[in-house]
T-cell receptor
């Protein structure tokens, strides 16, 4: 079945360092979504990418959607302690309402 | 402000008891979903509903039941048949197919 893999599972960084998480799908996606879940909280929708090769920025966060629409990345420049949490990518199954979530990358930031 | 309300935030139940988790949205979204999250894990789909009076099983539906009698409401019942019910339960909604989700704040269920 369709799978969405995310790496790494965990990442420890010093505050100010950069961070990247990668997402790979076994099939072509119509779009890719990214969510952030703070410790003890719930996932919050960050962004949706639709076009092949699309790049979007939100302040220090840069999101990319691969040319083949099978992979994506989230890059955070100069991490801050407020960036801690788990970042999930997700992609909708073709022709349906179900969305497949990656297992997430948990980011730890040391001040 | 529009959003999704889940209640209660924390719930404790004795083993063998059924329990119903509430989920209400005022976003006028057609689709609603229930996910389960275990510590350090990702999200697993329990049930989803595209429209009123219709719902579909997700990947881990055994031991759970749902109803969708109103567009705004999608309650989840955790039955005694669910072998490991202790988890964090998240309700979500979306405008339609393939759209981003809005999540509720979740219900942490502990069965003792």
């Amino acid at each position: 079945g369709q799978q969405v893999m995310q790496i790494p599972q965990y990442q420890h960084v010093q505050e100010g360092e950069d961070f990247t998480t990668y997402c790979n799908s076994s099939t072509t996606l119509s779009n890719i979504q990214w969510y952030k879940q703070r410790p003890g909280g719930h996932p919050v929708f960050l962004i949706q990418l639709v076009k092949s090769g699309e790049v979007k920025k939100q302040k220090r966060l840069t999101f990319q959607f691969g040319e083949a629409k099978k992979n994506s990345s989230l890059h955070i420049t100069a991490t801050q302690t407020t960036d801690v949490g788990t970042y999930f990518c997700a992609g909708p199954l073709s022709g349906g309402f179900k969305t497949i979530f990656g297992a997430g990358t948990r980011l730890f930031v040391k001040a | 402000d529009g959003g999704i309300t889940q209640s209660p935030k924390y719930l404790f139940r004795k083993e063998g008891q059924n329990v119903t988790l509430s989920c209400e949205q005022n976003l006028n979204h057609d689709a609603m979903y229930w996910y389960r999250q275990d510590p350090g894990q990702g999200l697993r789909l329990i049930y989803y509903s595209q429209i009123v009076n219709d719902f579909q099983k997700g990947d881990i539906a055994e031991g759970y039941s749902v109803s969708r009698e109103k567009k705004e409401s999608f309650p989840l019942t955790v039955t005694s048949a669910q072998k490991n019910p202790t988890a964090f339960y998240l309700c979500a909604s979306s405008i339609g197919q393939g759209d981003g989700y809005t999540f509720g704040s979740g219900t942490r269920l502990t069965v003792v």
